[in-house]
Structure formats: structure tokens, C-alpha cells
Nanobody, 114 residues
């Protein structure tokens, strides 16, 4: 009943920035937590960031203050601002709606070149 579509991925040089967006269709967006995960080739999906229905945020340990998750309940969108990107950040980034069952987007590729 809900669909997530990511956008904003691309290629940047080391130290650059990108902002990812996730558009959510359906109802109930404002009442659920949203998250970002990533998966690099040969790796399992990794937790990046989460924002709850009351705007509490948490981040993976690797983020080290570089990323910021936010949401706009009027637009049914969640964002991930990424600064000081490093080659090890290269991955497919997935948006997730964290309800009783997790709903995943299709992912958007982020490539950081050196």
C-alpha cells in the first residue's frame, strides 16, 4: 500500500556532497520511522540513519557527523544529506519505511571517486 522512490544519487569526488531524497506514496507517513541503508558490492546492507515519527534521529557509527537525515511530513519525503564523502561510501543507498514490516525502495547509486 506504500511505495518508496529514491533519487539524488550520482558520482562525486572525495570530499564532495550529495543529498538523497525518498518520496513515499500512500498514507500514514507522519506516524512511522524512516531510514536509510546502504549496500556495497559483496557486502550486506548496512544501517546508515533513522528518523522516528517524533523526529528523533540516529546514525551508523561510520557517519561521524557527516550525514544528516530529515523528513518533510507535508511532502511525504525523507532526505539524507551527505558531506565529506569518501570512496568507502560508494554503495547503493536504500530508503526504508520502518513499520511493522519494512518497505524498501529500489535504491539509488552513490559513487565516490578519488
Amino acid at each position: 500500500q506504500e511505495r518508496l522512490v529514491e533519487s539524488g544519487g550520482g558520482t562525486v569526488q572525495t570530499g564532495g556532497s550529495l543529498t538523497l531524497s525518498c518520496a513515499v506514496s500512500g498514507t500514514g507517513f507522519s506516524g512511522v520511522a524512516m531510514g536509510w541503508y546502504r549496500q556495497a558490492p559483496g557486502k550486506q546492507r548496512e544501517f546508515v540513519a533513522r528518523i522516528t515519527n517524533i523526529f528523533l534521529t540516529s546514525y551508523g557509527d561510520f557517519v561521524k557527523g557527516r550525514f544528516t537525515i530529515s523528513r518533510d511530513n507535508n511532502k511525504n519525503e525523507v532526505y539524507l544529506q551527505m558531506n565529506n564523502l569518501q570512496p568507502e561510501d560508494t554503495a547503493v543507498y536504500y530508503c526504508a519505511l520502518l513499520a511493522y514490516e519494512t518497505v524498501w525502495g529500489q535504491g539509488t547509486q552513490v559513487t565516490v571517486s578519488s
